[in-house]
């Protein structure tokens, strides 16, 4: 376990720290004019220290011991290479980059509670990060926290045939995850558009939804079990995988959407369901956002128990999957669209609902054009126009995301508002979503990033959203760029609490800072 001989770290690690203690985030000393961590591929992401007002907490510094320590406790899992470190320091939408001048690749819990004793006991910063896909930059690092990638930790432990009980390390990709359990006839329980690089430990620090939500519901329902690593290296094992559990408090409650801010999910017990039989998805034009809402309510009156998913895009969302990604629509254009999926275990039976539906929302007006998959290619072409709608929408320009939370009736309303405020100066203002669990995804793009008018979005989108008794995060989670604007969907008691609940598992706030909790004076 020991080193073999001293370990020559490269001298540019244990320069000062950007926005030490007491500055306001800004880079001080001979780095000054380049930034702590120059990155020559990303030089258009700014630093997140210099675009926000945020202050850097007085946390330590990595030293050469630190370093030594590290590789001791992980040897050959310490990542310092400057050109190595610039892709985990910039978040996915490529609008926020941390200083983080070193890496942690551990493989098993014992490494990760070493990892967090030691640096709980020198007061370093951690910054958990498992495939870094998420929306509010709450795995990238904000100044010079140490980077602990859950990479290496990608083992099945176990999966239960009858059951379908699937034990698995925090590192497991989604769809790896998801073609190991579907070679055994179960599906996971969750599927999202990052399911090729997300991390089954960061969906669940999240809380992420996804395109199965209205199916499976949340992960709050079907993780069964976690182990974490909590702050001061204690590893709390509660991976039990028994679905009825009633003995005292359910404590990964707690973990399931805390942001790796309260303790860093190590494996994880998840409930799938067994793999359908029949999967069918239809892709339907309306001809207004009413008759989306009455498209629904006739689905789930119709389809009943083999409904499995029910999305919508808007027509400008089509347009910029089509002229970035040149993937054409296969119905007439129309000024919404609408994505319907039922998986049950009788294909003669779910496709007879399913024409029987579809009949009847043509003949009614409810929809303009339509067309039906049910073997494999078309099925994932029909997905892929709503699933890539992201990347679409990143190679449009600067995009400002919001991910909301609203009654399902005016679910739309906030799109058409925001056209009007924002008129020529925003690029494209567009709407999609799980209409079928009331979450829109609101996005605006722009040439590049404006202060003006992110000064006309925000407050007035969560001021909105408030106003309507919804939610500012429905599935993204808070990371760094919500965490001041909870109290839209919290009340102060509630605050507190969370407060309190930080301070006890995590007293010296090393654990991903700067994010989740609004910031305090």
């Known amino acids: 376990m020991l080193p073999r001989r001293p370990l020559a770290w490269p001298a540019w690690l244990f320069r000062g720290a950007p926005g030490a203690a007491g500055s306001w985030g800004r880079p001080v000393g001979p780095l000054a004019s380049r930034g702590c961590c120059s990155a020559p591929g990303n030089p258009e992401v700014p630093l997140t220290r210099e675009r926000y007002p945020v202050r850097r907490l007085p946390f330590s510094t990595v030293s050469k011991q630190d370093l030594a320590a590290f590789e001791r406790i992980v040897p050959g899992g310490v990542v310092t290479d400057p050109e190595a470190l610039q892709a985990p320091n910039v978040d996915w939408l490529r609008t926020l980059r941390g200083c983080s001048k070193v890496l942690l690749r551990p493989r098993t819990s014992e490494e990760v509670s070493h990892i967090l004793r030691h640096c709980h006991e020198r007061n370093l910063a951690v910054n958990p990060q498992g495939g870094n896909t998420g929306m509010v930059g709450g795995s990238v690092p904000v100044f010079d926290e140490i980077i602990l990638s859950t990479a290496r930790m990608n083992r099945v432990l176990s999966f239960h045939s009858v059951s379908g009980i699937l034990v698995c390390q925090a590192g497991c990709i989604l769809e790896e995850l998801s073609r190991y359990v579907e070679e055994r006839d179960f599906i996971m329980p969750l599927d999202l558009g990052a399911k090729g690089s997300c991390h089954i430990g960061g969906n ?35 991976l039990t995988s028994l679905r009825k559990d009633n003995t005292g408090y359910d404590l990964k409650q707690l973990f399931i959407g805390s942001e790796g801010t309260l303790g860093i999910i190590t494996a994880v017990s998840i409930l799938c369901p067994p793999k359908p039989r029949a999967v069918n998805v239809a892709f339907l034009g309306c001809p207004g956002f009413a008759e989306v809402l009455q498209t629904f309510s006739t689905c789930k009156g119709m389809l009943g128990e083999i409904l499995s998913a029910f999305e919508f895009m808007d027509a400008v969302c089509m347009q910029l999957v089509r002229r970035h990604l040149h993937l054409a629509s296969p119905v007439q254009e129309s000024p919404f669209y609408v994505l319907i999926e039922t998986s049950g275990s009788n294909a003669g039976h779910d ?25 494999q290619r078309k099925v994932k072409m029909l997905w892929a126009l709503r699933e890539r709608i992201t990347e679409a929408l990143s190679r449009d320009g600067y995009v400002y995301k919001y991910d909301l939370s609203l009654p399902v009736e005016r679910l739309y309303d906030i799109v058409t508002d925001l056209r009007a405020r924002l008129g020529p100066h925003a690029k494209h203002v567009v709407g999609y979503g799980h209409l079928g669990d009331g979450n829109l995804h609101l996005n605006v793009t722009a040439e590049a990033f404006s202060p003006s008018l992110l000064g006309a979005l925000e407050p007035h989108v969560y001021e909105w959203t408030a106003g309507q008794q919804g939610s500012v995060s429905a599935e993204h989670g808070v990371g760094f760029r919500k965490r001041n604007v909870l109290g839209y969907s919290k009340p102060p008691e509630a605050l507190q609490l969370m407060q309190q609940l930080k301070a006890l598992l995590d007293p010296k706030g090393i654990l991903n800072p700067y994010k989740t909790l609004p910031s305090q004076a």
Request: charged share 20%.
């Open 351 to 375: 496709a007879e609902k399913l024409g029987r539906f579809l009949e009847h929302a043509l003949g009614s007006g409810l929809v303009i054009d339509g067309t039906m998959a049910t073997d």
């Open 204 to 238: 669940v620090a999240t809380n992420a939804g996804g395109l199965r939500f209205l199916r499976y519901g949340s992960l709050h329902g079907t993780v069964l079990g976690l182990e974490v690593v909590l702050a001061d290296g204690t590893v709390l094992d509660c």
